[in-house]
């Protein structure tokens, strides 16, 4: 399988340490045929360390295209190597993971949102990484670090990374991580939104794409970006916290298809299949009825019943066995009118287009320094 098989990466579901593992891809796919979806970030270590039991990681089913792979890692020996592994599975883009801020990551891994202080190692990084497969590489990455946060230094980092490497992708969340302590959540709502930053990118690296993440919660801010020029837009939490109705519209919306007409109840029931042939496959329960439950609350978000649904579920997870006892027992919480009915486009032509003024803020235009240049050609 190969990325020119699908339509481009107008919308993508950002990659969720924990949320979006192979259940949540597999109900994904199931409402949305066109959004890329994106695997949690495996570190190398982990995919060379397990070569054994590989398919517990990587394996996904054919239906999930197309899927991306997201790495970490700072040792330049494992990230071939894994690359190399996960090359047989099929992923259509491998991405390098330059943005997680979480303290076992950027902190004593070393890796993540540090990486963006090293754009040489990263630029060898992803040299190796295209080396060892026949796929698109890309790096997610914030627009600083602590105090390395001016734009001149963002554009220093992409610059760099794809000047001396194949990497003509970058995922940009449009804030910059703060390593003083703060937890992961608290890096996703502290630091400031800066979106001038993201639209700078587009003006002064034409040859490049950029997918902008950060802030974004609804198709109508979807669909706002793309009205101001954005390449591409990744949305990580409310794509999984309101999946129906944010991946419901991603198809019709963004791409332009028709309406699938696709109900919940028809999710359900395909999914059920999936989550009974799965269940306890790893040994030790693993996974669990309550993992493959958990990718879907976000289908009844905000819909009447959802809140005696889930209180039941957590009751039935102690006697049930199977995926389909659990529903059977649970889902006449739900009404008929919610489980039969497609999904509702929510576009409203009053909402306030929060990139509008972007552009009015971009900062000046990014100018290679002549040392920067003389640094490069001998590099």
Known sequence: MVAEQYLPPWFSVAPMMEWTDNHYRTMARHISKHAWLYTEMLAAETIVY?????????????????IVLQIGGNNLENL??????????????????????????????????????DPKFVAEAMTVIAANTDVPVSVKCRIGVDDH?????????????????????????????LLNGISPADNRKIPPLKYEYYYALLRDFPDLRFTINGGINSIDEVRA??????????????????SWSMLGNVDTAIYGAPPSGVTRRQVLDKYQVYAD??????????PSLRDLVKPLYGLFWGEPGNGVWRRKADSAFHHCKTFKSLM???????????????VVDPYSTACVDKFANSKNLLPLPYTLKEEQEEQLLYA
């Open 50 to 66: 397990q070569e054994k039991n590989l398919d517990r990681f990587l394996a996904f089913s054919p239906d999930q295209h197309p």
């Open 80 to 117: 071939a190597k894994a690359t190399r592994l996960a090359s047989t599975y099929g992923y259509d883009e491998i991405n390098l993971n330059c943005g997680c801020p979480s303290p076992k990551v950027a902190g004593h891994g070393c890796f993540g949102v540090r990486l963006m202080l």
């Open 149 to 177: 946060d001016s734009y001149n230094e963002l554009c220093d980092f992409i610059y760099k990374v794809s000047s001396q490497s194949p990497t003509r992708h970058f995922i940009i969340h449009s804030r910059k991580a």
């Open 225 to 242: 970006a793309q009205n101001e020029g954005a390449h591409g837009v990744m949305v990580g939490r409310a794509a999984y916290n309101n």
């Open 277 to 286: 042939s799965v269940i306890g496959i790893y040994g030790n329960g693993k």
């Open 328 to 342: 059977e027992e649970t889902i006449t919480a739900i009404p008929d009118s919610v489980l039969d009915s497609p």
